[in-house]
């Protein structure tokens, strides 16, 4: 049985609970079972679908890791759609990757069918229980391409990142090694699952484990916190404004109420906070209302998780720790020297076997990704006591809000679309509970009134919620250098003021 290590793990963990939820009890043989029959689906009269583009639109849990396996154990690569993305945004990516079939569930077959009809691409429900299996799998080498997850970045449209199995296999025993995960994890999964945050480090690390997973639809913060209360999991994983909007809640109870959510949620193992900066005063607030210290971490789609708190060991406010295993990285100076001493700003470069292979289709940018054989993150850090801590982005253009990862140019030629926008400049402005929110400033083409609440309504039919704008200023122009270049910073002042 030749077929990736996070499936062959499967076998061994049989007939323990992989997801529990109010719909029953799914189990390690039931994801064997179900994943088996999607694959010979997806096969028809082929050996091997020779890694074949095949989307997937499913809601976090059982159907959707079975789904996965499916595709992998079949030969295909998986391409996870974003349930919330508009038509154009998954026509994007569907015709990006050149996507042949796509995978979804009863409940998100009627937003894609018309989509899919149009593209040409088959649609594929999770075959029946009685549906037949088959006796002979295609071989799946390691280096094979198994993952293609979007990622917004320094180009205006979102960019493949393609993963290999045996990066898939580096990026989750990182994990299971330094968290140490184990088989009597139980975890809520309410990260969406098409970036590695939900899919790597929650659902992977998990069912590499034997451990079990809770799945919600999304982050249904009383029904999580119903079983927190109860004492359901060991582990909890979360972006800081979940963590924000947890505080606010539970500071708004009263105290005899509080604190039976607050000591649920200090008898975890352990809880973890990443894919955008966790402040220093978050950190203390949780550590004061829970008594559990957040373990913070540093990670990126086309990496992994490279920097970690130490499980053991001081957990450092407003830092992300060290090396995870596996991971080597090196900071780099402005002017391309590498950085020795502790205190000294440089951008993270990483190398090692959780590394991305390429972004889909782009040769030439992911050329430019790499440095001698280094992957640049863009992110500038420091070393200090032997932690690193993150500084902030190279671009501008790059804005983190609720986790996500946002592309300023991308929203920009949206928006450049709509007929009363002449220009725009799009910026990240810092926010309490989003990290950033998304603001624009423009200059109309027409004196007429020009409200955010009609823009954003232009933009849910054309942009994902969290890409739209929640902040407007209407100028007679854009703040510009001496080049004629827009300058952000002045744009960011101009919100100030
Ligand atoms: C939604 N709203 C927003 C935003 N998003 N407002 C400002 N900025 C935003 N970004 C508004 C909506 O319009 C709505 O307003 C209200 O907030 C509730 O929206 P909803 O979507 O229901 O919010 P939510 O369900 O509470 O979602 C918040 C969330 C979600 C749970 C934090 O954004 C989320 O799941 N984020 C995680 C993303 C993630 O997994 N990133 C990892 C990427 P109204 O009420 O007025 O209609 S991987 C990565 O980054 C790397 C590898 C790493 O290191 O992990
Ligand atoms: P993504 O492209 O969605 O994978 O996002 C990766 C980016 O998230 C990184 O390049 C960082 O800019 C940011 N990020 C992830 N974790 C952290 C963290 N703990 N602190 C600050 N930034 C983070």
Redo the contacts with the bound molecule.
């Keep these: 049985m030749n077929m990736p290590a996070l499936i062959k793990r499967a076998v061994v963990h049989g007939s323990a609970p992989a997801f529990v939820s109010s719909e029953g009890t799914r189990t390690y043989r039931d994801l064997m079972e179900h994943s088996g029959r999607l694959a010979h689906m997806l096969l028809g009269e082929s050996m091997d679908l020779k890694e074949a583009r095949i989307g997937m639109l499913i809601s976090p849990g059982f159907q959707y890791a079975a789904a996965q396996w499916g595709v992998w154990r079949a030969g295909g690569v998986v391409v996870p759609l974003c349930l919330?993305a508009t038509e154009s945004e998954w026509e994007y990516a569907l015709s990006n990757a050149s996507v042949s079939g796509v995978v979804i569930a009863t409940e998100t077959l009627p937003g894609i069918l018309p989509l899919c009809q149009r593209l040409g691409i088959q649609v594929f429900e999770m075959p029946p229980e009685d549906a037949s299996q088959r006796e002979e799998w295609p071989v799946i080498d390691a280096n094979r391409r198994a993952m293609m997850l979007y990622t917004s970045g320094t180009t205006s449209k979102p960019k493949g990142v393609v993963t290999t199995h045996a990066n898939i296999q580096a990026q989750i025993e990182g994990l299971v090694k330094a968290w140490e995960w184990s088989a009597e994890d139980r975890i809520p999964l309410?990260?969406?699952l098409h970036?590695?945050?939900?899919i790597i480090?929650v659902m992977s690390c998990a069912l590499w484990s034997g451990a079990s997973i809770e799945p919600f639809t999304?982050?249904d913060?009383a029904a999580i916190l119903d079983r927190v209360r109860a004492d359901a999991y060991s582990l909890f994983m979360?972006?800081p404004?979940?963590y924000v909007?947890l505080i606010h809640y539970l500071e708004g109870l009263q105290e005899a109420e509080r604190s039976l959510f607050t000591e649920a949620f200090g008898r975890m193992r352990l809880m973890v906070s990443?894919?955008?900066a966790l402040p220093a005063s978050v950190h203390a607030q949780w550590s004061q209302l829970t008594g559990q210290r957040l373990l913070e971490?540093?990670?990126?789609?086309e990496i992994?998780?490279a920097l970690s708190n130490p499980y053991q060991g001081e957990r450092r406010p407003g830092s992300v720790g060290v090396p995870l295993p596996g991971v080597r990285l090196r900071l780099q100076g402005e002017a391309g020297d590498l950085i020795a001493e502790e205190n000294l700003p440089g951008e993270i470069q990483v190398q090692g076997p959780a590394v991305f292979s390429e972004y889909w289709d782009q040769p030439e940018l992911t050329k430019d990704a790499f440095q001698d054989g280094w992957f640049r993150t863009g992110d500038m850090a420091v070393l200090e006591r032997g932690y690193y801590r993150i500084m902030g982005r190279l671009s501008v253009d790059i804005i983190?809000?609720?986790?996500?990862?946002l592309s300023a140019l991308e929203i920009e030629a949206v928006l450049l679309e709509h007929p009363n926008i002449r220009e725009c400049a799009v910026i990240g402005l810092e926010?309490a509970?989003?990290g950033e929110?998304?603001a624009v400033a423009v200059v109309v083409t027409e004196p007429t009134s020009f409200e955010l609440d009609s823009l954003q309504e232009w933009c849910r039919q054309r942009l994902s919620?969290?890409k739209?704008p929640?902040r407007l200023l209407v100028l007679d122009a854009l703040p510009r250098n001496a080049m004629g270049k827009v300058t952000k910073p002045a744009v960011s002042d101009l919100f100030k003021r």
């Design positions: 919330s309410f990260l969406p970036h590695i945050h939900g480090n999304r982050f913060m979360a972006v404004t979940i909007k990443g894919s955008a971490r540093y990670g990126m789609t992994g998780m983190k809000s609720g986790g996500y990862k926010d509970t989003w929110i998304v919620v969290y739209t929640r």
